[in-house]
């Protein structure tokens, strides 16, 4: 008892710490401390400092160089980076195909791999008014469809002289119905095959729908809008010029609407859908 008596004696004892002035020995500045309140005061200094580095840590980009921390912008900006990387990869071995198969033509051997070839056709509404099939049936057409909003008028106020091209090499499987509200034509092709541009035109809409997938819009200056659904990989954006036959996506099978790969393609002239398989052979 006497020996433990003695320690906390001890350890209670406090000291005096004087500040003396150098030259006249005149006290400045003293206080009393302990070993048991010095322990309290340096444990206190430690906390408070752990505290503020970890608030500097935390609030400062100091964190991102800490093992295992990554800011969730940094973590997004990755991604977005894997998946342009990825897209420029398919890009890159696309153009390398078309690359390796005009070497192998120029050479006089056989293409390495099936190029899409696009197929044109010319289009003279003026010469077509001359069959009196076609006119019964655009009278009988427009008196049924009269009050039809979504009707193109008279193929009459078409323009004439139109080429198109077909948007991809395939076999036809689904067809143009306007009472069913379905304003295009599915065509069903391989995967990887090449989107065409319909005809010169502007790229006003290129991004993703819940529906159609990957899709990209074009329009064109007589008028019309050609649209592609459902792709794999959109190779223009917004704003871009495009030739006509010139690649603009690869096919696939995105969106919720979509049940194979293959393209959704259609044609409005004037805000109004028509029957692409009336402009282009498929």
Same mark, same amino acid.
């Given at each position: 008892?006497?020996?433990?008596?003695?320690?906390?004696?001890?350890?209670?004892?406090?000291?005096?710490?004087?500040?003396?002035?150098?030259?006249?020995?005149?006290?400045?500045?003293?206080?009393?401390?302990? $070993?048991?309140?010095?322990?309290?005061?340096?444990?206190?200094?430690?906390?408070?400092?752990?505290?503020?580095?970890?608030?500097?840590?935390?609030?400062?980009?100091?964190? &991102?160089?800490?093992?295992?921390?990554?800011?969730?912008?940094?973590?997004?900006?990755?991604?977005?980076?894997?998946?342009?990387?990825?897209?420029?990869? $398919?890009?890159?071995?696309?153009?390398?195909?078309?690359?390796?198969?005009? @070497?192998?033509?120029?050479? /006089?051997?056989?293409?390495?791999?099936?190029?899409?070839?696009?197929?044109?056709?010319?289009?003279?509404?003026?010469?077509?008014?001359?069959?009196?099939?076609?006119?019964?049936?655009?009278?009988?057409?427009?008196?049924?469809?009269?009050?039809?909003?979504?009707?193109?008028?008279?193929?009459?106020?078409?323009?004439? &002289?139109?080429?198109?091209?077909?948007?991809?090499?395939?076999?036809?499987?689904?067809?143009?119905?306007?009472?069913?509200?379905?304003? /295009?034509?599915? @065509?069903?092709?391989?995967?990887?095959?090449?989107?065409?541009?319909?005809?010169?035109?502007?790229?006003?809409?290129?991004?993703?729908?819940?529906? /159609?997938?990957?899709?990209?819009?074009? $329009?064109?200056?007589?008028?019309?809008?050609?649209?592609?659904? #459902?792709?794999?990989?959109?190779?223009?954006? $917004?704003?871009?010029?495009?030739?006509? /036959?010139?690649?603009?996506?690869?096919?696939?099978?995105?969106?919720?609407?979509?049940?194979?790969? #293959?393209?959704?393609?259609?044609?409005?002239?004037?805000?109004?859908?028509?029957?692409?398989?009336?402009?282009?052979?498929?």
């Amino acid at each position: 008892m006497r020996r433990k008596s003695a320690f906390w004696e001890r350890v209670r004892f406090k000291y005096k710490l004087l500040f003396l002035n150098e030259n006249t020995l005149e006290e400045v500045f003293s206080f009393r401390l302990s $070993q048991w309140s010095g322990f309290w005061v340096l444990l206190a200094f430690i906390v408070l400092l752990v505290t503020l580095t970890s608030v500097v840590i935390i609030n400062t980009p100091i964190r &991102n160089y800490l093992p295992g921390y990554m800011d969730s912008e940094i973590r997004q900006e990755m991604i977005a980076n894997a998946l342009k990387t990825d897209s420029l990869e $398919q890009v890159l071995q696309i153009q390398a195909q078309y690359i390796e198969n005009t @070497i192998a033509i120029l050479k /006089g051997e056989s293409p390495i791999a099936e190029v899409p070839q696009p197929d044109t056709v010319s289009v003279k509404p003026g010469s077509l008014e001359k069959s009196k099939e076609l006119e019964e049936f655009v009278r009988n057409y427009e008196e049924e469809e009269r009050y039809n909003l979504n009707v193109l008028t008279s193929l009459a106020s078409l323009p004439s &002289n139109l080429i198109f091209y077909r948007p991809v090499q395939g076999i036809l499987s689904g067809q143009f119905n306007n009472t069913e509200k379905h304003y /295009g034509i599915d @065509i069903s092709a391989p995967p990887k095959s090449s989107v065409l541009a319909t005809m010169k035109g502007t790229v006003v809409l290129s991004g993703f729908d819940a529906n /159609g997938g990957y899709v990209i819009q074009i $329009q064109h200056a007589n008028g019309f809008l050609s649209v592609y659904k #459902h792709n794999a990989l959109l190779l223009k954006k $917004q704003g871009d010029e495009v030739n006509a /036959g010139e690649a603009i996506a690869i096919v696939g099978n995105t969106g919720s609407l979509s049940n194979g790969t #293959h393209l959704h393609f259609e044609l409005w002239y004037n805000g109004k859908p028509v029957n692409p398989e009336e402009f282009i052979v498929f």
